[in-house]
């Protein structure tokens, strides 16, 4: 269900940027604002439960076997999307807003 959510804001605030950028509008800032907004405080809400819980879970039931797997394919998908570009996309985009 978060995630569902995660991606509204996601899409709303896609959405209400693009809209910003052709006609700017007081409404359009709050749009802009309310989505932003929104994600900020599911994602933290959504970490917070990560870390207390999913983490907390996995490091007491999870085979060290298992845990290094895990590991070995996170290190993997983080170098791809680097590789991939994509982390410097985000940078690049939010330096040219500042």
Known sequence: MEHDFGRFHIGELENA???????????????????????????????????????????????????AQIDEQTRAFEKKAEQDGIQEKYITWLEKRR
């Open 17 to 67: 940027v693009k809209q910003y950028a052709s006609v700017p509008t007081t409404e359009g800032k709050l749009d802009i604002v309310t989505h932003a907004s929104g994600y900020v405080d599911l994602l933290q809400r959504h970490i917070e439960k990560e870390d207390t819980v999913c983490y907390t879970y996995a490091l007491r039931t999870l085979s060290e076997e298992c845990k």
